[in-house]
């Protein structure tokens, strides 16, 4: 019997709608007359959101312009009201995408932005001229050749400075000019490309294949090493070698290109499983550890085993869902989430049943955050999106300003102190004062630091090589560190003033040891999984170390620590530790050498609840709806009404305010200011009182009691280093006796 193939598909179709795996469908909406007609205009997202997209002719934008024109006063510009039917780049109508407007917002019915969320302008020639968001900031601008339609000659973002390119008769690019960075350079020769920046630093790139299968498959970098890289047929990755001649090699699945295992110089292979779906269904390293992954038929992640063996579980709400509703690790405790439509966290339920709320506003930036025991944090932002303000539940609110490029400028503490920062044309900072003293910074063309100036007016001079590795260090004290590398990048030598320090590695480039001005320091040893077995030295002749062991899954389940005679190599002092897991994996045990076992019993994910030495407890905590601790007992009467007990309350924000022992010549009361910055602890014999500079350093502590009071002050220089005890210096402390 003949098969009976499908009707064929009409020679004209037209997309209207895209449905994902989860059965939301994005919407497309064409106009049916008019100069539009077929094109988009329309958007409604899976969340059911509306988007209207205005689209302009040219000729529109030819009346636009010239209306401008005369309302300015300015001459009419000479615009064409047509574009070229066809381009080297395909078929062009002149129609171009101007606005994108939110007209529909489920959750915001009555609060819609009453600007488009983005705007675009277009050159007389069709090009794209600015992007603007939704505050009217034009965020990018570009510039084009008067010869060639849609070559690119310069950019720049808002608030940087103009990028220009230039190029060759074929269209290549010749040279990239950055005002205020690395400016580059592009020499174009059959199969190789040499790349020379304003530094004068130069790369070769050695080439192969034509089109869409060409590859770099040699480089030579600018200290004259060279990487090299291997590809098969169709472009894909087999081989890369390194500077010093060692190979990496890679093996794609044949079908889908995935990457199956890696082979590292040494023989270690890591090797890489998929499913249908090319998800990653497991992956086992060099140490035969494996993870593994499970998917439903939705192709979301439900089950997940870590290296160690520890289990974590997704689960989901509903089939039209992608992000997971609950998850539950090792230890069994569940953890529970709401989404809204928009994908955003609405509530998170932690494994004791305390919730944590979120709150967005309509372009997506989080709000609030509402936590128990009434703690909350609330944000606020501008029409650009930049972070403005934090506040506390107190009312405490910081503040943040910026610059025209974005970057942060200065923040506002709750008590007006203000931090500033200023940046170079790049963005990269270049000083920041607090308090009145400033710290700079000084960069070269590549965009490293060089110098480094604090708020003493010393100085701090890095030097870098040609690959922009740290090679001198000279710090604020005058002393001089420099630095060598390998062909690799890693780091063999480094010289401190007449101590000259050497590193040794394996073929793996783990750490094998290291020597000091030519005698041996630390030594590392490894196992046949690669896991660290011992670290030694030497103390006065004595070989000193530090054994591990592990159990199947990776843990450490010992250290044994041992002294060995330098001459007869005879066991002086031996002292080992083991460590337990729980059957969750969790750490719940250590015994020490002729000790007894100290055990610790956790709750949820891991919060102490209490501790026992042997068989006699030692402390049990009870805690509040944030996990913090309220109230702590001691001793073998823990858990009892007899037993000795620390109560502790918090501030509405969060700080310690008060902790309380049976014996209330104990007990304590904390103050804060604004900041944060602990100011007072109270106690019934006395309190002590703290001050700080505009900076935020400790500048006194003052104790007052019956028949006292001293305060000592804390003098630091400007760059916050530690003055000499001034001692009995006049004026530096104070007495006196209270009234």
Known sequence: MDEVLPAPLPPYRVLTGLVDRFGRTLTFRREAVGEFTGEITGVTDGAGRQFRLVLTTQAQRAEEAQQQAVAAGAKRPDIPVSLPDYTEYGRDNGIRLSAVWLTHDPEYLENLPA????????????????????????????????KYRGRMVAHRYAGRPEMRYRYDDIGRVTEQRNPAGLSYTYQYEKNRIIITDSLNRCEVLHTEGEAGLKRVVKKEHADDSVTQSQFDSIGRLQSQTDAAGRTTEYSPNVVTGLVTRITTPDGRKSEFYYNN??????????????????????????????????ITRYSYDNPHSELPSATEDATGSRKQMTWSRYGQLLTFTDCSGYQTRYEYDRFGQMTAVHREESVSLYRSYDSRGQLISVKDTQGRETQYEYNGAGDLTAIITPDDNRSETQYDAWGKAVSTTQGGLTRSMEYDVAGRVISLT??????????????DRLIQQSGFDGRTQRYRYDLTGKLTQNEDEGLVTLWHYDESDRITHRTVNGEPAEQWRYNDHGW??????????????????????????GERQTVHN???????????????????????????D????????????????????????????????????????FG???GSNAAYELTSTYTPAGQLQSQHLNSLVYDRDYGWNDNGDLVRISGPRQTREYGYSATGRLES???????????????????????????AAPGQYTHGVAG
């Open 115 to 146: 600007a488009p969320l983005v705007r675009y302008d277009w050159t007389p020639r069709g090009e794209l001229a600015a992007v603007y968001d939704r505050s009217g900031t034009q965020m990018r601008h570009f510039t084009y050749d008067d």
């Open 277 to 310: 779906q090319n998800q990653l269904t497991s992956a086992s390293g060099p140490d035969g550890l494996e993870m593994r992954r499970k998917y439903d038929e939705y192709g979301r992640l439900t089950q997940e085993t870590a290296r160690n063996g520890d």
């Open 454 to 467: 604090n708020e003493n007016g010393c100085h701090s001079d890095f030097s870098y090589d040609v690959l």
């Open 532 to 557: 660290l077995k011992e670290i030694s030295h030497l103390s006065e002749g004595h070989r000193v170390a530090v054994h591990y062991g592990y159990n199947r899954k990776g843990r450490l389940t």
């Open 566 to 592: 330098p001459e007869t190599a005879e066991l002086l002092w031996l002292h080992e530790t083991k460590h337990a897991y729980n059957e969750q994996g969790l750490a719940n045990r250590v015994t020490p």
């Open 594 to 633: 002729c000790l007894p076992a100290v055990e610790w019993l956790t709750y949820g994910s891991g919060y102490l609840a209490g501790m026992k030495l042997g068989d006699t407890p030692l402390l049990e905590y009870a805690r509040d709806r944030l996990h913090r601790e309220t109230v702590r007992s």
């Open 636 to 638: 073998s009467m823990a």
């Open 701 to 727: 502590v003052r104790t007052l009691a019956p028949d006292l009071d001293i305060r000592i002050p804390y003098a630091t220089d400007p760059a916050g280093n530690r003055l000499p005890d001034p001692g």
